[in-house]
């Protein structure tokens, strides 16, 4: 059931068999220079999210670059980045489950490995599976500072629950999960600098109560590739989570002019109709590349606009330029990466026309 | 990077691991029973669409209840088919590219194997393809009858077509591919009609005109879940390409009422976090089910709304109802099947609350 490499190291990029993920190696490189340059100034720290790249090789590269470690959405990435290597992963989210923690607890010995909770009855249920498993691990409170999703009331909810934590012989309290996720992709900047604001004011005032209390905080973690700056401006968040600046996608890309990060990643589509006049059809539809953000772009092809994606196809305007030949390959930015990323096996790295290195996507799928 | 099954075999439902792909055995069965009765009268075969389902274990229950064999749109689904024993596959669709020609020739000598094509020039490539291969395979020619995607235009364009593969030595023309995909999710009935009324019509000019040139179509083929009846009736398709009425999905199940078939798939989920009042949080985003057509329903849950797919959440709002418990199992209609079943390894087939058996998902994923 493993889908096999649709390249070789060597082969030019138009060999590569389609649809294939498609990774500049020259501007992933530069966007993990340029966070690790734009935050060294802060003080915070990166600890990037893995729930983009899903890969134990770009978690080394990450670390390499200063990272202190990554988070992980899901117990099936935990895994593949413990199995990889990576010493120290915090789940930036609910695990629910007796199945799914002991399956966390099993990695707690070959890696430091941290968790989230909003809910008392669930930190009894980490700390069973610790006891169980004869581990040890930091529990993290999860605070909704704005988006309403996860997490409990910033402040005496929230200290209530560090203090059930601490007092567990089988966890420890890790500091505060901060995530504003509804603030990453708001258009206008006075929008986000309005939310990431508040999300650090009442994040200031639960960690200074919960410091009141005798609890210090390890990590107080936020930040994604749309506000990371403000988080990291703050003073109150030591860690930044964001994931997507690695691959840059045509969603982030809108909301910043120019972007501080290049377009990395690309889905290679093959032109495989152009039988209706004006209309060329790719062999990347939806199950090749996510629309939930927004179409895909065709890369440094302005002429040609996507303009439907149906299960395996990809329906292209041919405005006012020369139409693509049939077995063409054509570079598409997806709109959404993560996702994007989740529909395949393999990156197929490729710098200067050519493919230098397969890199498996040890985590994707849907499996949690 | 293959993701261990989320269940066993007699486990209760309620154990399995989430996100998981739940078939509903009975429903499935039922399904399968449906069209089979419903087609009977008609003299249409079923050549069922595995995009649907990408199994190779699905395939042969449909083809013991009567289908002549299946639909794929891809090289990568003709592979796990054939490669499961599945004896006459056609690729309904474009196959562009040597390295794909390449292995789809490779099957044809394990199974029956047919292409589509809609242009010379690639009609002159399948050929290339067979005759280094050394096999001679079926090639029908795709018209453009209505969703102005792929295909040429009916008549002259298609006749002429067909003609260059019937003049190749290495090639035998197999027919009229003729599928109105735009039909198929229209609301109005009196729409669905119309469309299909046009579609047919051309098909039959175009296979008379055929016949005047001395060219017979072993398939004229078409018609998806949301149409087959109007095809079937037609007296001009041979063989229906339905698939999603094996699962059935929320948006096709809006358009008739009472649908003909019954939902038999579901996305399992786990409710991770109800922290914030009157919200639900399920650890199934739009990774693990698609929301192309929609969001997902919560099955028999009335007071549940599924209202906000994220990567990993599904947000629930509770509606007058009691809330659900922290780690409770709630089943989710899906908005669309083939992209859903795409996002997994495992079908987890489940009758009476307990797991029944454990299908390889064999050609999921992105690559083509």
Redesign the interface.
């Known amino acids: ?4 490499p ?1 390249a070789e190291p060597g082969m030019r990029e138009e ?1 590569v ?5 498609i990774l500049d190696l020259d501007a992933f490189e530069a966007n993990l220079d340029a966070m690790a340059a734009l935050l060294a100034p802060t003080g915070a720290k990166l600890r990037a999210h893995a ?1 983009t790249h899903k890969s134990a090789v770009i978690a080394k590269l990450q670390m390499a670059r200063g990272a202190v470690g990554q988070c992980v ?2 117990v ?1 990435e935990a895994e593949a980045l413990a199995w990889g290597g990576i010493p120290d992963i915090l789940v930036s ?5 007796a ?2 923690l002991n399956r966390l607890m099993a990695l707690a010995r070959i890696a430091n490995v941290a968790v989230c909770a ?2 008392a ?2 930190v009894a ?1 980490i700390a069973a599976a610790a006891e169980a498993a004869g581990v040890r691990i930091p529990v993290l409170v ?1 605070i ?1 500072c704005g988006a ?6 910033p402040g005496p909810a929230a200290v209530a629950l560090a203090e059930a934590i601490a007092g567990s012989h089988h966890l420890r309290f890790g500091g505060l999960q901060s995530y504003q ?1 509804s603030a990453q992709h708001k258009r206008a900047p006075e929008e986000r600098e309005a939310a990431i604001g508040h999300a650090a004011e009442v994040t200031r005032r639960t960690v200074e109560q919960l410091r009141q209390r005798g609890l210090d905080c390890p990590i107080v973690g936020g930040g994604g590739t749309g506000t990371f700056a403000l988080e990291a401006a703050s003073g109150v968040y030591t860690e930044i989570q964001a994931g997507s600046y690695t691959f840059m996608d045509a969603d982030y890309a809108r909301n910043q002019v120019p972007p501080p990060f290049r377009h990395s990643l690309f889905v290679l589509a ?7 006049p004006g ?1 060329a ?1 790719v ?1 990347a539809g ?3 590349v ?3 953000s927004g179409l895909p772009q065709v890369w440094q092809r302005p002429s040609l606009r996507y303009v439907g ?5 990809g ?1 292209l305007l041919v405005e006012d330029g020369e139409a693509p030949a ?2 063409e390959k054509l570079r598409l930015v997806p709109g959404h990466c ?2 994007t990323v ?4 393999w990156y197929v790295g490729v710098r200067g026309g050519r493919v230098e290195c397969l890199w ?3 985590a ?5």
């Open positions: 059931m493993l889908q096999p649709p060999e068999d389609t649809p294939a993920l729930k959405q899901k099936a989210n609910q695990v629910v489950g199945r799914k909003d809910d009855e669930q249920a999860e909704d309403a999703r996860c997490g409990v009331a996720g093959t032109v495989m109709s152009r039988a209706i209309v059809v062999d939806h199950k090749a996510s629309v939930d994606a149906s299960d395996e196809h329906k049939l077995g993560d996702p989740d529909r395949y096996d498996p996507i040890a994707r799928g849907g499996m949690a």
